[in-house]
C-alpha cells in the first residue's frame, strides 16, 4: 500500500471534497463511499474502484485485503486512523473508503419497464432506502427529478446498500415528458380520492410515483396517474412514510404477479 500521513496531502483534501460535496463528486465525476459492505457490492456489479484508502487499524484486516485483491486496477493507500476519520462520515467509521466513477445510463429511460419515479424526495436515507426496496421488489429503473437528493452521495448509498449498482439511475429528469411516453400504468398513492391498494390490478407494467416527504407528488403529475391508491389504514395513522408506502406497494406487487392474480380480479 501506499502510505500517506499528512492531512495536507492533495489526495486527503480531495478525497474530503468528494465526501463533503456534491458539487466536488459531480464536477470530477467521481463518488465517495464507505465500508466493506458498499466494495463487495460494487466488485460484484463489476465494476471497479480508481481508489481504496484503508484505515491503519483495518490494515491487517482478512476481509479487507482479500477484498483488495480484487481491486487491480485502484490505487490503495494506507491513512493514519486520525486522518481516516476526518474524512468518513459515520460515527463508526469502518476503516474502508472507495472513490469510484459515477456511473451514467447508457440509454435515455425505458418507457416499457417497472419503474421507481421520484419527485423532489430530499432526505438522502429516503431515496437509499426507496432504491434498495425498488431493487429488492425487482423494479430496477430509477428515475429522479431534479430537486431529489442525490443517489450517489455516501449518505444516500449507505442507506441503499449499494442498491443504486443493481439499478439504472436516471438523475435530473423531467418527469412530466417521462410520464407523458410511458407506455404501462402509472401508479400514485393518494391520501384522499384513491381506491384500495388491494382492489388494483397490478401485474402489468408499473411507474410508481412517489414524492417529497412533505407536500407529496405535484398534483400535475399525479393527475396522469392511471392508478390512483390509498393504502388501508386500520390502525388510524393518516399516513406512512414514503418509504414505507412504497414497499406496501411493490411487494403488493410482487405477491400479485407470484400468485397470478390481483386480490379481487379473477385469475386468467
Not at 40 to 66: G, N
Not at 71 to 98: E, N, Y
Not at 135 to 146: E, K
Not at 185 to 201: C, P
Request: net charge negative.
Amino acid at each position: 500500500m501506499e502510505q500517506i500521513t499528512s492531512r495536507q496531502n492533495a489526495l486527503v483534501k480531495h478525497l474530503k471534497k468528494l465526501a463533503d460535496s456534491k458539487r466536488a463528486r459531480w464536477e470530477s465525476g467521481l463518488l465517495l463511499a464507505e465500508g466493506v459492505h458498499l466494495l463487495q457490492i460494487q466488485l460484484a456489479a463489476d465494476r471497479q474502484p480508481e481508489i481504496v484508502a484503508v484505515a491503519e487499524r483495518a490494515a491487517e484486516d482478512a476481509e479487507v485485503l482479500a477484498l483488495l485483491t480484487r481491486c487491480a486496477k485502484a490505487r490503495i493507500v494506507l491513512l493514519p486512523d486520525a486522518i481516516f476519520d476526518q474524512i468518513a462520515l459515520t460515527d463508526s467509521p469502518s476503516g474502508l473508503i472507495m472513490v469510484a466513477s459515477l456511473p451514467s445510463p447508457d440509454a435515455a429511460p425505458d418507457p416499457t419497464i417497472d419503474t421507481l419515479v421520484l419527485d423532489r424526495v430530499q432526505d438522502p436515507g429516503n431515496v437509499g432506502s426507496l432504491i434498495r426496496t425498488a431493487i429488492a421488489a425487482g423494479t430496477r429503473q430509477i428515475i429522479l427529478s431534479s430537486g431529489c437528493a442525490d443517489a450517489w452521495s455516501p449518505r444516500c448509498l449507505r442507506a441503499g446498500q449499494g442498491a443504486q449498482w443493481l439499478s439504472i439511475v436516471h438523475t435530473e429528469v423531467d418527469l412530466g415528458v417521462f410520464l407523458s411516453s410511458y407506455q404501462g400504468s402509472i401508479a400514485a398513492t393518494l391520501l384522499d380520492g384513491g381506491s384500495s391498494l388491494y382492489t388494483h390490478d397490478l401485474r402489468q407494467p408499473t411507474a410508481w410515483l412517489f414524492g417529497n416527504e412533505g407536500q407529496g407528488v405535484d398534483p400535475v403529475l399525479s393527475a396522469r396517474a392511471t392508478e390512483r391508491i390509498t393504502i388501508p389504514m386500520p390502525g388510524g395513522m393518516e399516513s406512512l412514510n414514503v418509504n414505507a408506502a412504497a414497499a406496501v406497494c411493490l411487494f403488493e406487487q410482487v405477491r400479485q404477479r407470484s400468485s397470478g392474480r390481483a386480490s379481487d380480479v379473477p385469475a386468467i
